[in-house]
């Protein structure tokens, strides 16, 4: 079966500082990943998603980049922290191909992050 | 106009009430439709899944799907306390690669 890691639960960085949060699925290969933010009130925004290595999609320009280094690894990033960035960080995965069933997308445990 | 409209709540129902969740949405291009649950500090996690119009049920779940009106629903029947949760619909009109979400409603069951 397949599982999806993610990494730390828990997170307080000072402003200005860097970031960078790590998504893992076992179980599969070349799948979708993911990266969501969700604020409160506000829903999932997508902030990227890739198809495969070193094939990224950026949907909202901001302070944060994302790598995909190997197949099942995907990793998000900031080189200054800002306040605004604050939030819970979703990874997420679903069966590559962009017709791949949208029952497979299945979400990680999370990481908030405070900006302090 | 957003994709997709879900009430954000709160709402709170006794133990044992029938709860209503629902969606309104503005693309008629969607054909999957999705309920997810949010416990709190946890990421979502599918609940139920339909395709095209119709209802579908598990256990205490049913989701109904009126693509004629664009509007979803989740119906839980005698909720339980471990039901309060954050429910999210999600629509997609191809697949999982283009997932629209709503912002989620939260829920709670008081015992």
């Known amino acids: 079966s397949q599982t999806i890691h993610q990494w730390p639960a828990t997170l307080v960085q000072p402003v200005g500082s860097p970031l960078s949060l790590e998504c893992t699925v076992e179980?599969?290969?070349?799948?979708?990943l993911y990266w969501y933010r969700q604020a409160a009130g506000r829903g999932l925004q997508l902030l990227f998603y890739?198809?495969?290595?070193?094939?990224i999609s950026s949907e909202v320009p901001q302070n944060l980049s994302a790598s995909r280094p190997q197949d099942r690894q995907f990793i998000l990033s900031s080189k200054k922290l800002l306040l605004s960035d604050s939030g819970f960080y979703l990874c997420?995965?679903?069966?590559?191909?962009?017709?791949?069933?949208?029952?497979?997308?299945?979400f990680g445990s999370g990481t908030r992050l405070t900006v302090v | 106009q957003k994709e997709v409209e879900q009430d954000p709540g709160p709402l709170s129902v006794p133990e044992g009430a029938i709860v209503s969740l629902n969606c309104t949405y503005s693309?008629?291009?969607?054909?999957?439709f999705m309920w997810y649950r949010q416990y709190s500090r946890k990421g979502p996690e599918l609940l139920m899944y339909?395709?095209?119009?119709g209802n579908k049920e598990d256990g205490r779940f049913t989701a109904q799907v009126d693509k004629s009106s664009k509007y979803i629903s989740l119906f839980i029947r005698d909720s339980q306390p471990s039901d309060s949760a954050t429910y999210l619909c999600?629509?997609?009109?191809?697949?999982?690669?283009?997932?629209?979400f709503g912002t989620g409603t939260r829920l709670t069951v008081i015992p």
């Open positions: 997420a995965w679903s069966w590559g191909g962009l017709l791949g069933p949208p029952e497979s997308y299945t």
């Open positions: 890739s198809v495969g290595i070193g094939q």
């Open positions: 999600a629509m997609s009109p191809t697949g999982a690669n283009n997932l629209f």
């Open positions: 693309n008629s291009a969607f054909q999957y």
């Open positions: 179980g599969t290969s070349n799948p979708n």
């Open positions: 339909t395709y095209s119009s």
